[in-house]
């Protein structure tokens, strides 16, 4: 079995409750807590009860404790993956978007995010899911509008023939109308 990673030497554990108290970060609390306990003289064990985390968590946070003190105890926020465009071809992707598609050439007489898809691989060879060429179109501004279906007879006039115009069937009582005696 190994030996314990110590901890640094400029903090103590009043110095950790005290920097839990005010933290606005609930992880970094829980953990700064845990810390507390192993400068107090408790074990690690003990630590890893009150962070309610395994014992290799506690090493981990020693160790980013160490290194940038109670900072190094918020957790960083995930980078996520690159985007797969860049800033030319999103406006590439705008300008085609905005301009609408030609039949002739592009086969379509509206886009779809499976046609764009298509357009972006044979335009710059770049492979894009349907879910994420509707995320880039809404970075750039773009909102999903589709007209309101309507069939090829219908006519508009003889529609308004057609709508409700009910008056209420209800009616004010006479007991209401008039006024309360006090």
């Known amino acids: 079995m190994g030996k314990a990673v110590s901890l640094r030497d400029d903090f103590d554990g009043l110095d950790l409750r005290r920097l839990s108290k005010v933290s606005k970060d609930v992880g970094q609390s829980r953990r700064l807590l845990a810390l507390a306990e192993i400068y107090d003289g408790g074990k690690r064990t003990d630590a890893a009860r009150i962070g309610d985390v395994g014992l290799q968590i506690i090493r981990d946070w020693v160790l980013r404790f160490n290194a940038r003190g109670p900072d190094g105890l918020i957790d960083g926020k995930a980078t996520g993956q690159p985007a797969k465009l860049n800033n030319k071809q999103r406006q590439a992707l705008a300008r085609i978007v905005e301009d609408g598609p030609i039949p002739a050439i592009h086969g379509v ?4 995010r499976k046609d764009l898809a298509f357009w972006i691989f044979e335009e710059f060879g770049i492979s894009l899911e349907e879910s994420s060429v509707g995320r880039e179109l809404r970075a750039l501004g773009f909102r999903k509008i589709t007209a309101r279906p309507r069939h090829k007879g219908q006519n508009e ?8 115009t009910f008056q209420p069937s209800w009616k004010r009582s006479a007991a209401v109308s008039q006024p309360i005696p006090r």
């Open 109 to 112: 007489v509206r886009w779809r």
């Open 157 to 164: 006039f003889a529609a308004d023939d057609f709508k409700k």
